[in-house]
């Protein structure tokens, strides 16, 4: 099979004789504990309709509610977990899931990263390029699926014929980008083709050093910082950059992982306090673990957890500029829901103690990408279909991707055995 083509075949559910699979429409989550906010949550049945929230129905003793679904839609007992708004991941690289992280840092700035670290003709980068773009693609969205991500924002170009049918993750279509100032061409051409519902992204700050600290300053004098300007990064900034990006109503991505990994620093939960416009990412498995990794991260840094969960949650969808409703679980929002295990914390207390093996449900616009064993045997067979079971350090899960071949495939280009975010996979 071509490259190009790597999962053409297999991305919508279909049964064993190639037909396509019509799922149930209609969906009724019972008994779960269903998160109101950061801090609350209600034991609650979830009613979703064509992928979005129909109604969330306290379970309160009361009278019964009247559903306004088709009598025929699947019912899934969740009693004893905690469902969550399904997680935005606000800045990653897919096509780097595969990859061990590279470098020997602290540098001063980001090129210093890039310039030691790529080697195209060696061992490791030589065989992990030689794994085709879109194997590695899907690999980074199976990479953020397994740690409870719906939506994630892909630094790069979007690949219409890989993310816009049957992909593990939604990922945002609507938004311009350069990569840096110095690897970034024409930004100002970028940041012209953004509006106002559209962001501008483009990695800046990288560094610790006066050149970094002063690229802020740089892009406002351009004439390209104001409320669509969403900034990677932004580790060199100082207080006049601070106050400068929140003057401007800009956004900031903060990626704390992989700003200690290369920078040897990060931002302070002093900064992210303050500004009110602030998402969290991954950024990729170069350099960092997945968005689980960094909201453990930001809690040992001193982050309070209400505040990581708007990070991935809410404050994400505005820094993205989501218009579905994401990141907040309520009636007519699209139904992106996590399921764990309820601890009987607070959803932010929950969230920041998650870790991957937790994760047991993920649902994108009602559908099931992701399922525990357990969770596989309460759906009805129908949403079994499309889905292919995945082994990831000994936690399985049935992912909607298909596995089977992406292994199949990769293995012919990588020696040994295939790490995602330095995880051993099987299938």
């Not at 998160?35 to 609650?44: E, K, L, M, N, Q």
């Not at 929230?53 to 009278?63: D, E, F, R, Y």
């Not at 816009?164 to 350069?178: C, I, N």
Request: aromatic share 6%; proline share 5%.
């Amino acid at each position: 099979m071509p490259p190009d083509t790597v999962v053409a075949d297999q991305r919508r559910p279909v049964h064993a004789d190639g037909s396509e699979t019509r799922t149930r429409c209609s969906l009724r989550l019972r008994g779960a504990r269903v998160t109101v906010d950061a801090h609350s949550a209600i034991v609650a049945d979830v009613e979703i309709n064509h992928g979005r929230i129909q109604s969330i129905n306290p379970s309160s003793g009361c009278a019964q509610y009247q559903s306004r679904l088709d009598p025929e839609a699947a019912e899934i007992d969740l009693a004893g977990y905690l469902l969550l708004p399904g997680l935005i991941n606000a800045h990653d690289h897919l096509e780097f899931g595969l990859f061990p992280k590279l470098g020997r840092g602290p540098y001063q700035n980001a090129e210093q990263w890039a310039e030691d670290i790529y080697r195209p003709e060696s061992s490791p980068i030589r065989e992990h390029l030689d794994v085709p773009k879109p194997l590695r693609l899907w690999w980074g969205g199976i990479r953020n699926l397994l740690c409870g991500v719906a939506t994630v924002c892909h630094h790069n170009e979007f690949r219409t014929d890989i993310f816009e049918d049957g992909f593990p993750v939604r990922v945002l279509k609507r938004y311009a980008w350069s990569h840096s100032l110095l690897f970034g061409g024409d930004i100002a051409a970028a940041f012209r083709a953004s509006d106002s519902q559209t962001p501008y992204i483009i990695h800046l700050g990288e560094g610790v050093d006066s050149a970094s600290t002063a690229e802020v300053f740089e892009i406002d004098r351009e004439g390209l910082l104001d409320a669509r300007t969403v900034i990677v990064h932004g580790v060199a900034l100082d207080d006049a950059g601070h106050d400068l990006l929140i003057r401007r109503g800009a956004a900031l991505i903060w990626c704390p992982g992989s700003n200690l990994f290369t920078l040897g620093m990060t931002l302070s939960p002093e900064r992210i306090r303050q500004n009110p416009r602030i998402a969290l990412g991954s950024d990729s498995a170069l350099t960092a673990g997945d968005l689980l990794d960094q909201i453990a991260i930001a809690s040992e840094l001193g982050v309070p957890a209400e505040q990581i969960f708007a990070l991935v949650t809410t404050r994400a969808a505005d820094v993205l500029k989501l218009q579905n409703g994401e990141g907040a679980l309520h009636a007519g929002s699209i139904a992106d829901i996590i399921a764990i295990p309820d601890s009987g914390l607070s959803p932010a207390d929950t969230l920041v103690r998650t870790t991957t093996d937790q994760i047991e449900l993920v649902l994108s616009a009602g559908i099931p990408h992701l399922l525990s064993s357990q969770m596989f045997s309460r759906f009805p067979v129908e949403f079994h279909s499309g889905l292919d079971a995945i082994s990831v350090e000994g936690t399985e899960r049935y992912v909607r991707a298909p596995v089977t071949h992406l292994l199949e495939e990769t293995k012919k280009r990588l020696i040994g055995a295939v790490r995602l975010g330095g995880k051993q996979v099987q299938a």
